[in-house]
C-alpha cells in the first residue's frame, strides 16, 4: 500500500450551535500511526468522520496525498474505516463480509478470492472463513472487520474505537497486533481513542483535542513529559498539580503556595518569576521513613500516609502534607517495604521532574 500525507487546514464544523470543530490544522505524515485521543465530545471522531467524508466542515479543507478531497463523496476518497461494533453482516460468512467491499468495487470473481484469502491470512483468520460472525470472539471479529477494510487497499486506514469492546487482556494482545500489522502494511493509519495508555502505547504521535480544539501535537513521550498546559498534564497520566507564584531565590527560582510552602526549584526547568502551577508525576516521588537518611538533590517534605492502593507492580500512596495531598507510586517487590495508614514519612521530589505551567 502506498504511504500518503494527510493534511486538515483550518477545519470548523458546528451543529446548529454548537462548535464541535475549531480551526484545526493538523498534518499527519505518510506511514504514520497517528492517534486522535480526548475525552467524550471533544470532537476526535467527528474529525475522524470528515476525513472519510461522513460529515461536511463549514470551513476548511481536507487533503490525501496533496489532493483536495473535501467535496469528494465518501466512496470515492479511497480511505477505509473500522468502526466501533465493527458493522459485520450478521447473515453473512466471513469469507463473505472480507469480500463485500471488492464485490462493490465490481472486480473479477478471481481477483476478489486471492484478495480476500491474502487479507485472511494476513490477520489469521483462513480456517474462520465459513464461520459467521456470531461464531467468532470480539478478537475474531475485530480482526474480520480489519480483514474487510485492508482487502480494498486503502490509502488511509480509519479506526475508531476499535479495541473498546473488548476485554482488558484482550486489548493489550490486539493493539500489539494492530501495530504490526499497521508496520506491515505500511499504511498511514488514524486512530480515535479515549484511553490513554492505548494511545501512547503504540502511536508515532498523538493530537489531543478538548472541546473542539487540539491543545497539543507530539510523540507520546513528548505528551507525558513536556504537556503543553493545565489540561495535557491532567489528561495524559496521573499528575500532581499546584498552583501558586515562582520568585527569584538565592539558589535559584522558588516557588510559594498555600498548599506547600516555599519550594527551592534548583535544577528545575528555567521559567519567568510570576502566576505559575507546578506539575510532577507520581513516580517522580519517593518516600523514606522517618528518620532516614535523605538524599541531599530532593525538595523534603513532611507527611504521612493518608491511605493506599495495591496496584501489583506498584503501590499508590496518597499522602497528605500540611493541608493538601500528593499521590506517589513506589515500584513493589517481594520483601518491599510498605508504608501503613497514619505513618508519618518524608515525601521527596526530584526538582528536574517538576514541570511549570502557565497559571
Not at 32 to 52: H, M, N
Not at 56 to 85: C, E, H, T, Y
Not at 233 to 258: C, H, I, K, Q, Y
Not at 282 to 305: C, F, M, N, Q, Y
Request: no cysteine; glycine share 8%.
Amino acid at each position: 500500500m502506498a504511504k500518503v500525507k494527510v493534511e486538515f487546514q483550518d477545519i470548523a464544523l458546528a451543529f446548529g450551535k454548537t462548535q464541535v470543530l475549531r480551526d484545526i490544522d493538523l498534518v499527519i505524515e505518510p506511514g504514520e500511526f497517528f492517534a486522535l485521543l480526548g475525552p467524550s465530545g471533544s470532537g476526535k471522531s467527528t474529525l475522524l468522520r470528515v476525513l472519510a467524508g461522513f460529515a461536511r466542515p463549514q470551513a476548511g479543507r481536507v487533503l490525501v496525498d496533496g489532493k483536495d478531497i473535501s467535496a469528494v463523496p465518501p466512496w470515492q476518497r479511497d480511505i477505509g474505516m473500522v468502526f466501533q461494533n465493527y458493522a459485520l453482516w450478521p447473515h453473512m460468512s466471513v469469507r463473505a463480509n472480507v469480500a463485500f467491499g471488492l464485490e462493490e468495487r465490481r472486480l473479477p470473481r478471481d481477483m476478489i478470492k486471492r484478495k480476500v484469502a491474502a487479507a485472511l491470512e494476513l490477520v489469521g483468520l483462513q480456517e474462520f472463513a465459513a464461520r459467521r460472525p456470531s461464531q467468532l470472539s470480539g478478537g475474531q471479529q475485530q480482526r474480520v472487520a480489519l480483514a474487510r477494510t485492508i482487502a480494498i487497499e486503502p490509502k488511509v486506514l480509519l479506526l475508531d474505537e476499535p479495541l473498546s469492546n473488548l476485554d482488558a487482556k484482550l486489548r493489550v494482545h490486539m493493539r500489539t497486533e494492530l501495530l504490526a500489522l499497521q508496520r506491515k502494511l505500511g499504511v498511514t493509519t488514524i486512530f480515535v481513542t479515549h484511553d490513554q495508555e492505548e494511545a501512547l502505547s503504540i502511536s508515532d504521535r498523538v493530537a489531543v483535542l478538548d472541546a473542539g480544539v487540539i491543545q497539543q501535537v507530539g510523540t507520546p513521550l513528548e505528551l507525558f513529559d513536556r504537556p503543553a498546559n493545565r489540561f495535557i498534564a491532567n489528561f495524559v497520566g496521573t499528575v500532581n498539580m499546584f498552583a501558586g507564584t515562582l520568585r527569584p531565590g538565592a539558589d535559584g527560582m522558588v516557588f510559594e503556595s498555600a498548599a506547600l510552602g516555599a519550594l527551592s526549584l534548583r535544577g528545575a526547568p528555567a521559567a519567568a518569576a510570576g502566576e505559575v502551577e507546578i506539575a510532577f508525576r507520581p513516580h517522580v516521588v519517593t518516600l523514606a521513613e522517618a528518620g532516614a537518611a535523605l538524599d541531599g538533590g530532593l525538595i523534603w517534605l513532611k507527611g504521612s500516609i493518608a491511605g493506599r492502593e495495591f496496584l501489583g507492580e506498584f503501590i499508590r500512596y496518597v499522602v497528605k502534607v500540611g493541608t493538601t495531598e500528593i499521590i506517589t507510586d513506589q515500584a513493589h517487590y517481594t520483601e518491599a517495604h510498605t508504608f501503613a495508614p497514619g505513618e508519618a514519612v518524608n515525601l521527596g521530589i526530584q526538582p528536574a521532574q517538576i514541570r511549570l505551567l502557565a497559571a
